[in-house]
Every structure is written in structure tokens, then in C-alpha cells.
């Protein structure tokens, strides 16, 4: 989340005046049978006394994947990410997935949900009824132990999802049925990954991918120590970690791999709906191995997720408005850098995962944890109430916002900041210049406090999965704090899984905190927060390294009776009096040369009426020689774009036009084609909601 708050000056201005004043034991073997309908205690609660052994030199596992739609809102909703209020959507470039993993040991008796969705983040409250609906629907199999869901963190969805004030605020509240198509979608997803539970193997493949990533805050890394800069050759993780998933009948069931970029090719002005770079590589990959279509299996299923992507940028050509030079050009380019070494590691994927799944997780109440010196700089720490800096107003190197990046107490220049040092820091919060303090806004506070951390371990991968943003340079601290509590259980590769299962800003390194650039002003804790996890993670690593139990910690509050949403939902649709829903407005043109963009615009009904999930708005059609018409795209594939537009016709200003654009590839086969849109209309007679469709002249493709 490059840029979200970076963009609430407007919000935070008004607010700023005010805010100032202011046991049972694990089976030894599972058959794929058994782990399908297998107890909680086999699967979700072995003891953590089982053997630390009893899973050395097994390759056997059981694997299911399965992805569903969690497109929401495609018109007239803030997107989450820049924190732009008038950044709404209007239309789709590429739906949005959540991709779930279910892994079981049965030399242990244990699994775990492995979830990317492609989203900013995974907030609280949709954790929290995820495992609530897994509960109602498979019992104890699943609980927050053991699912992680994981964000790709593309910038380009729709927001108001969270049940956290700070995160509503450019979507002015709460939008229910966003949230209910991620949370149903995701759950969906783990329930069918579940249900397809059978005997596979892992392989584990990794390399390093140059040139697809580059650091937006190269000073803030300069100050780290320069001993510790000599270790690593960039300033950004360049590693790629992929697993690959096959079934024991030798079908290819899918991967997950974790590389750490922002998904941000897509700036600030852009309002169509994207899974940004991550989801395009996903979708490439998943349609070279299995096919996309809507409402057709997902018999391969392709996660490109991330990772410590704290202050690495995607947009290595430059840009503007927080993404890349062209959106569309630079989200291709770094999907494109993705997949392709992502083929590179599937295909040279050699290595046997061996070993069982294991997992602890607790919940910390990240702004009162006492740092032993040990994990701080010799002396012991405190962490803070949460609050976000000056700078985190100015934005990133790579969208900035208002003002300038570095406004810190260390060295203060400018009015602005004496007042703010002055008046308003605390000395917990140490160098930064607070804007605002969420975490003593009542009656709850404005961002979550208590936080799950979670250790997950799939032979000799380690998840860390942490609900912020990490910096390259925290995650590699992180990482080795882990490794130092596993050496000798066989782990060999730690990964930083992240932003997962909540989100509270970014971690940067006490040092990287002390310059108060975008990342170190969006560390709500404080300056001692990455210490804080250390302790955590390291307390984790070793129970579970030793086979014993971690108490799950404070209980985080559930606000789902609080949340207020002041978005009204669609009353009815108009159209004028002679033409149907459905007709076409302008129409295309009688031919197009491929590299051309074909382009119809319909009289349509407003897209909150049907979200379409598992579906489509739109249909690129091509002429068989039978006459049938036979689809060749979709808009969940990245290619031809849904747009929508409220039209002011009169008498009401309830009428949209809906346009759908296809820039022709280059090697699209010459014939007759059409666009086709379907769309549902609502009635402002009794409230019903009808289907209907329309499609464009055929025209030809030369």
C-alpha cells in the first residue's frame, strides 16, 4: 500500500485541527479418503508434542487449489490503495482472485490454507469471518492457526472493506457487498481446495529475478549499516521462491511463488478494476497450463505472491501519479518479467519438498510490546500507540503526494514540523512528526492494534506472514531472526508472506525509521517495531521448532455492528424512452486492422446490480465457419476492457452507458467478430433486478 494515506491530505486536513486538540494425538499415516473427511484432531490439532521426527525424509503430502472470483463493485466505489477520494471505479481491466492452497501432511496429521487474493490487503475483519464460515461449513479443520491469507497488494481494487476508520475514509465508509464478494470468494476458494485434497508432491525451485524491481527510498536504505549492505549485492530482494504443485497421476495442479514488488503499475488516475502486475502474470500462467474462462474449472491455479515489498517499486522505466509511464504497458512489462522467470524456476523446479506442515500463530497487541535488549540496540524498548508521520502525507519517491519526504524530528527545517515535533510527537514515536495519532481515537481506534503474526512450515519452507508492509532490509532481519530459531529442523528457505491476515502500515528498520521517508512515517509503531517482531517471530520459531504450544494471545476486537457505510446503493436504472437495455449507443466500425482497438458503446444498467462473479460483463466473439459465434475473450482476462459511465439523461440521472474496448492483438486470426455486453438493469417500480444483453454489428479483422 504504496500511497494510501499518502493521498488523505484532503481528508486528514479537515480532521488535522481537531486531532491536535485532541489435545488429542496426531494419526501416523492419512490415506487422500481420510484426510477429505478427517477430524479436527487429526488435521487442524495435533499435538504439539508429536515427535519433531515423525515427518524426516516423507515427500508425500495432499494437495487441493481451487480460485474464485472476488471482483467487487465495478462502478462508483473508492479504490483501495492511494487513498484518492476521487479515484472510483468505472469499469475492469482484469478480475480480481482469490487463490487458495490447502496442503496436508499425513505423516503429522496436519494442513494449512495458503491463500493469495488479489487485493491491497487482507484486513481483520475479513480474517476473522473467513474462519468463521470455514468453521460453520467443515467444523475445527480450520481456525486462524492455521490459514494464512495473503494479499498481492494491487492498488486497483475496490476498497471500503475494512472495519477500521483510517482505512474507509476515501471510500467514505463501509461497503457491504464488497465485502461480502472477498470474503464469500475466499472462502469459497479454501473450501473447494479442501474438497480436492489428494496425493501429490512439492517441488521447490528458486533464483534471482534482476531488473523487474528497484528501491523508491535507496537513502532510507542507506542508512542502514554498511556492513550489512556489504552482505547483499542489491537494495532489493531479487529472489524468487516457487513451489510447484503435481498430483500423484502426474497432472499439474499449480504454484504459489513469492516475489517482492509492488503491484502499483497501474497510478493513481487509473478506475478500472486490476489485479495489476501479479494478476496478469497469474492469469498468463494459469491460461498457458489450464485455460481461464468464466465459469470454467480452474483446473490450474497460478499464484504470483508477494513478499517484503515495502519500498521496492515495480515502475523501473519511471512514471507518474504512483504507477508506471503507460499503465497498461508497465503492468505487461513487469507481469511479463514475473512469468517469465517464474517458467524459468518451474521448469527447472528439481528439488523434492520433504517434511511435514506445521504452524503457530498468535495475536500480539503490537503498540505495548516490552523489546528485550537483545533485539534492540542493547537497551529495552517500548513500542507505541499507532500513528502515521508527516511524511507518509508526502507520499513515495514514485507517487508523491503533498509536500516532501524526510520531515523528522532528527533534523527539523521547516515550521511545520517544529510546531508538529513540538506539540504533538511523543517520545516513544521518536524521530517522527505525527499527523495522526490513530491509536488513541475513541471509541475504538482508527487502525487494528492487536495484530496476528503466524509461522507456517511446509517441509523447509518457512511463511512469516506479517500484516504490514516490511521493508527489503526489515525482512531480511526478519528472516534471519527465524532462520537463527530453525537451524537444524530442516528449514532451508524463509519467505516474508505479506501483507497477510490483517494490515497495520509498513515495518522499516530502526535506522530507515530515523530519516522519516514515506515507509519509516508509515511505521505505526513506532521506531522499535521491527525489534518487536523479531521477539515475536523468535518465540514462534522456537515452539515450533521444539513441538510446543503458544498462547494465542489478546483476543482482537470484532466491529463488524460498528462499521457505518454512507454509500447508497442503486435505486433504479433509466434509459431513454426508445431504446431497450441492451442497445447499442455508438456503434463499431465495419472493419479494424489488428493492432486497432474495436469499441462499442451500449445502453446498459449499473454493475452494482450483479457483481457477475464467476462471469462476465463482456464478450469478444469470433464467427465460426458453422456460424456459431464462439467466445475468444472476457473481461477477467486482462484484454478487452469493460468501462462504465453515468449518463445524465433526462428526466432522471439514473441512465449509464457502458462501453467495451478491445485493442486487437497483433496475432488475432483475421475474420468476422462482434462485442457482446450483458448487464442487469433494476426496475424503479418494485425494486427487481432483470438480466438483459446486446451485442455490436459483426465486423471484420483484417
Request: glycine share 12%; hydrophobic share 40%; proline share 6%.
Amino acid at each position: 500500500m504504496r500511497t494510501l494515506t499518502a493521498r488523505l491530505a484532503p481528508v486528514l486536513g479537515l480532521l488535522l485541527g481537531s486531532v491536535l486538540a485532541l489435545g488429542p494425538g496426531a494419526r501416523s499415516r492419512l490415506s487422500t479418503a481420510d484426510a477429505a473427511e478427517a477430524p479436527a484432531e487429526a488435521l487442524a490439532g495435533a499435538s504439539p508434542q508429536a515427535p519433531a521426527n515423525a515427518c524426516a525424509g516423507s515427500a508425500n503430502f495432499l494437495i487441493g487449489a481451487a480460485r474464485s472470483d472476488i471482483t467487487g463493485p465495478a462502478a462508483e466505489v473508492g479504490m483501495m490503495g492511494y487513498g484518492q477520494v476521487a479515484q472510483k471505479t468505472e469499469g475492469i481491466h482484469l478480475r480480481l482472485y482469490s487463490r487458495a492452497f490447502v496442503i496436508a501432511s499425513p505423516c503429522n496429521g496436519r494442513r494449512v490454507a495458503f491463500v493469495s487474493a488479489d487485493l491491497g490487503m487482507v484486513f481483520q475483519a475479513v480474517k476473522q469471518q473467513v474462519v468463521e464460515r470455514l468453521r460453520t461449513k467443515l467444523g475445527d479443520t480450520f481456525s486462524d492457526d492455521n490459514v494464512l491469507l495473503s494479499a498481492t497488494h494491487t492498488h486497483s481494487g475496490p476498497g471500503g472493506f475494512s472495519h477500521y476508520t483510517l482505512y474507509n475514509l476515501t471510500t467514505f465508509g463501509f461497503v457491504p457487498q464488497n465485502f461480502e464478494a472477498i470474503v464469500s470468494g475466499i472462502t469459497d476458494s479454501i473450501v473447494r481446495a479442501n474438497a480436492r485434497l489428494a496425493e501429490g508432491s512439492l517441488r521447490l525451485s528458486s533464483g534471482d529475478l534482476h531488473g523487474a524491481s528497484a528501491n523508491r527510498s535507496p537513502d532510507a536504505y542507506l542508512r542502514n549499516p554498511e556492513s550489512e549492505r556489504a552482505r547483499y549485492p542489491d537494495n532489493v530482494d531479487t529472489r524468487m521462491t516457487l513451489l510447484r504443485m503435481t498430483g500423484a497421476d502426474g497432472r499439474e495442479l499449480g504454484l504459489v511463488n513469492w516475489f517482492a514488488v509492488h503491484a502499483t503499475s497501474f497510478g493513481n488516475t487509473n478506475t478500472y478494476i486490476s489485479g495489476d502486475n501479479k494478476g496478469l502474470a497469474s492469469h498468463a500462467f494459469e491460461t498457458k497450463e489450464g485455460g481461464l474462462t468464466p465459469g470454467g474449472p480452474d483446473t490450474f491455479v497460478a499464484a504470483f505472491a508477494n513478499s517484503n515489498e515495502g519500498d521496492v517499486t515495480p515502475n523501473i522505466l519511471g512514471g507518474t501519479n504512483g504507477g508506471g509511464a503507460n499503465d497498461f504497458e508497465d503492468a505487461e512489462l513487469a507481469a511479463k518479467k514475473q512469468y517469465d522467470f517464474a517458467a524459468h524456476l518451474w521448469a527447472t523446479a528439481a528439488m523434492p519438498v520433504m517434511g511435514g506442515v506445521d504452524y503457530r500463530h498468535a495475536y500480539v497487541k503490537m503498540d505495548a510490546v516490552d523489546v528485550a535488549p537483545a533485539f534492540a540496540d542493547g537497551s529495552a524498548h517500548r513500542t507505541c500507540p499507532a500513528a502515521i508521520g508527516l511524511s507518509m502525507i508526502a507520499g513515495a519517491e514514485d507517487g508523491p503526494g503533498f509536500g516532501a519526504e524526510g520531515a523528522t524530528c532528527e533534523s527539523v527545517h521547516d515550521a511545520w514540523s517544529q510546531f508538529t515535533c513540538a506539540a504533538v510527537t511523543t517520545p516513544c514515536q521518536g524521530e517522527k512528526p505525527i499527523v495522526l495519532e490513530m491509536g488513541s481515537m475513541k471509541p475504538y481506534p482508527w487502525s487494528p492494534e492487536v495484530l496476528p503474526l503466524q509461522l507456517v512450515t511446509v517441509g523447509p519452507l518457512a511463511l512469516v506472514a506479517v500484516p504490514f508492509e516490511v521493508t527489503t532490509m526489515a525482512g531480511r532481519r526478519l528472516r534471519d531472526t527465524v532462520r537463527a530459531q530453525l537451524q537444524g529442523a530442516g528449514v532451508t528457505d524463509v519467505i516474508i508472506a505479506g501483507p497477510a491476515n490483517d494490515y497495520s502500515g509498513y515495518v522499516a528498520t530502526r535506522e530507515e525509521y530515523a530519516r522519516q521517508d514515506y515507509e519509516g512515517a508509515s511505521t505505526h509503531f513506532g521506531p522499535w517495531t521491527l525489534a518487536a517482531l523479531q521477539q515475536s517471530f523468535a518465540g514462534l520459531a522456537s515452539a515450533l521448532r521444539d513441538g510446543a504450544s503458544v498462547p494465542p494471545g489478546p483476543t482482537p476486537r470484532d466491529l463488524r455492528k460498528a462499521v457505518v457505510g454512507l454509500q447508497p446503493g442503486v435505486v433504479f436504472d433509466d434509459k431513454l424512452l426508445w431504446v431497450d437495455f441492451g442497445a447499442v449507443a455508438e456503434e463499431a466500425k465495419a472493419s479494424y486492422a489488428r493492432g486497432e482497438t474495436a469499441s462499442v458503446t451500449f445502453w446498459g444498467g449499473h454493475p452494482r446490480n450483479d457483481l457477475k462473479l464467476g462471469g462476465t460483463y463482456l464478450r469478444v466473439q469470433r464467427r465460426q465457419s458453422d456460424g456459431v459465434w464462439r467466445d475468444v475473450q472476457h473481461d477477467g482476462e486482462g484484454g478487452a476492457l469493460y468501462h462504465w459511465q453515468r449518463e445524465y439523461c433526462v428526466p432522471t440521472l439514473a441512465c449509464s452507458l457502458v462501453r467495451i474496448d478491445w485493442p486487437i492483438p497483433r496475432d488475432t486470426p483475421p475474420g468476422t467478430y462482434r462485442l457482446v455486453h450483458e448487464g442487469n438493469w433494476k426496475s424503479g417500480w418494485d425494486g427487481r433486478v432483470h438480466p438483459y444483453s446486446g451485442n455490436s454489428r459483426p465486423f471484420t479483422v483484417r
